[in-house]
Every structure is written in C-alpha cells, then in structure tokens.
C-alpha cells in the first residue's frame, strides 16, 4: 500500500473576516502568540510524517513563502549576537520541502485542491486547512493516515459540533460505527439550519486517493456558488468509500474572530514563558471590568 507523505495546504483565501488586518498580510500568517497559523498547520503535517507540502496560494500571499525561506540577514544577526534560541525558532523546518502553485481565480475549495494535482500524481495524500488548530497527543493528521493504512480508503477528520453549528461545515450522514470510524451515507455541505443529517462536521482534515482528482475534474459549482471538496467525497464515497473518523484532541477555531481571540488567550496561558503573567494579567483585567 502507498505511504501518505505529501499534503496540500490551501491558503489562497481572502481572509475577509479578519479585515481590515488581512488587507495586506495574508490571514494564514496572523500570529496565535508568536507563531503564525498556518506554522502550526505545517508542524502537524511534519509530526504526521508528511515530506513534501505543497501550500496553494493565492494574489498577495508572498509572506507565507519568506516565511518559510530562510532569511540569512536575520539568521547572521542572531547568530553574531549569540542568540540560538531564536535563531532555531526561525529556520525553514529541516524535515519537509515545501513548494507553492497559486489558484488564479477564487473558485472555491474543491478548486484549490484540484490546482495541486499535477504535484499529487497518482498518490494517496492529505489536505489540511488553517483554519482549524488541533492540540492532541498523537497529532490529528496522523490519527488520520492511521486509519487510512488499515483500511486502505479515503478518511475526513470529523468532530461533533452544536446543531445551531452544523450549517457552518460539511456534514457527514452516517451509515455504520465502528469504535470512532464510520462508514458513510452521504455528504452535504453548509446545510440549511433544521436540516443536517447529523452532526458530524469535516474539520479541515482529510487524506484522500487521487481518484478525487477525476470528480474535482468536473467543476461542478456546489454550496454558495463554488467547487466544494465536500461535493468531490460524495462522489468519491459512491464510487470507493469514504470513512469519517471523529479524532481525538481538542480543536482551536481560528477562521474566524471570536474563535482566535480565545485561541491566542488559550495559547498564551498555556505558554511556559509567558502563562503565568498573562494569568495574574486575565485576573486583573476581570476585577477591573467586573468593577464596571
Ligand atoms: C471548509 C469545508 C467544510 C469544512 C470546513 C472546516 O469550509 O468546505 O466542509 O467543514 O472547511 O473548517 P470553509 O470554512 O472553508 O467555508
């Protein structure tokens, strides 16, 4: 069986929720405490044993490949000044390559991917999106491929959500449970509020047969007028099957305000350096407002 060890991260997104900060600086390289989103994305697919990344991006997301260059000015300085620790924090990850394609018109997920597939060739790979965070002790992406080498088929990452959520996510309709893993009866993408099937929502995870490539191919233009990923595994699971495996670990929302703001708080307490501060700081802060 073929080894999962190439990924696509699409980051061609506008970031419209975070302006007006994301008007010149790509949404993926806003920071949660001191690293930018999307390093975490990246540092799971490594941890995950992924070797070769290919990010997808998009009209002015440059920032995201000098962030991951190396920049000799900076590391000399560092380096001449003696400080190792930050000169370690900003070197290019050793253990990946990463390449770049950009998505020419912003035609919806499924598109993005499909951009990557001439990079993905005929083998197995995984997608993962930035705009969720997993913290778990075996990382979220490798609970995935784990799953994908017993069965050997396609697998999403799915979690429970409230039902006032499930019109925020693609739905996974269940057919049969085994331990975590389920089979799947069908997809559907944002549906309306009342009328999910359940409420297992795809969380930006999945490791997929490049068969997907021969449905995205199509360019049917699904939920709020774009080529959806989702719609692409529903064909893909009619045709192969697909499992939905509910991952352990807890998830951090980063896609959109409220959820980054309790992600950096979150981050920042659990930070060895800076978390004791910033709880006496949240201590402060909640006496002088309750004060109010
Ligand atoms: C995308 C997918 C959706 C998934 C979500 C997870 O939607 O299309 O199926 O549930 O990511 O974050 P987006 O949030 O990009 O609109």
């Known amino acids: 069986m073929q080894k999962v060890k190439?990924?696509?991260?699409?980051?061609?997104g506008l970031g419209t929720r975070f302006l007006p900060a994301t008007k010149a600086m790509p949404k993926e390289m806003l920071p949660i405490v001191d690293k930018p989103t999307i390093q975490y994305i990246v540092e799971e697919a490594i941890e995950s044993g992924i070797e070769d990344?290919?990010?997808?991006?998009?009209?002015?997301?440059?920032?995201?490949?000098?962030?991951f260059d190396?920049?000799?000015?900076?590391?000399?300085?560092l380096m001449k000044k003696g400080k190792f620790e930050l000169l370690e924090k900003t070197k290019h990850?050793?253990?990946?390559?990463?390449?770049?394609?950009?998505?020419?018109?912003?035609?919806g997920l499924g598109h993005a991917v499909w951009c990557a597939r001439k990079f993905i060739g005929n083998d197995p790979f995984a997608v993962l999106l930035g705009d969720d965070i997993v913290q778990a002790d075996t990382p979220c992406l490798k609970q995935l491929i784990d799953q994908f080498d017993q069965t050997d088929k396609s697998v999403i990452g799915v979690q429970q959500v409230g039902e006032d959520e499930t019109d925020r996510y693609g739905i996974v309709a269940p057919q049969e449970r085994f331990d975590r893993l389920y089979s799947i009866d069908h997809l559907v993408e944002k549906p309306k509020k009342g009328t999910a099937p359940s409420?297992?929502?795809i969380m930006g995870r999945y490791v997929l047969s490049a068969e997907i490539f021969e449905y995205l191919e199509k360019h049917d233009v699904g939920s709020g007028g774009?080529?959806?990923?989702?719609d692409a595994i529903q064909r893909l699971n009619e045709s192969s099957k697909v499992y939905a495996y509910d991952f352990q670990g807890n998830r951090f929302d980063v896609?959109?305000?409220?959820?980054f703001v309790k992600?950096?708080?979150?981050?920042?307490?659990q930070n060895e350096e800076i978390g004791h501060d910033v709880r006496e700081i949240i201590e402060d802060l909640l006496e002088k407002y309750n004060q109010q």
């Open 6 to 12: 190439k990924a696509i991260i699409p980051a061609a």
């Open 53 to 67: 990344i290919i990010i997808v991006t998009g009209k002015g997301k440059r920032a995201i490949e000098d962030h």
């Open 70 to 77: 190396n920049n000799f000015e900076l590391e000399d300085n």
């Open 93 to 107: 990850p050793a253990k990946v390559d990463i390449h770049y394609i950009r998505q020419k018109e912003p035609l």
């Open 199 to 201: 409420n297992l929502a």
């Open 226 to 230: 774009e080529i959806q990923l989702t």
């Open 255 to 259: 896609g959109e305000t409220l959820g």
């Open 263 to 269: 992600t950096t708080i979150e981050f920042a307490l």
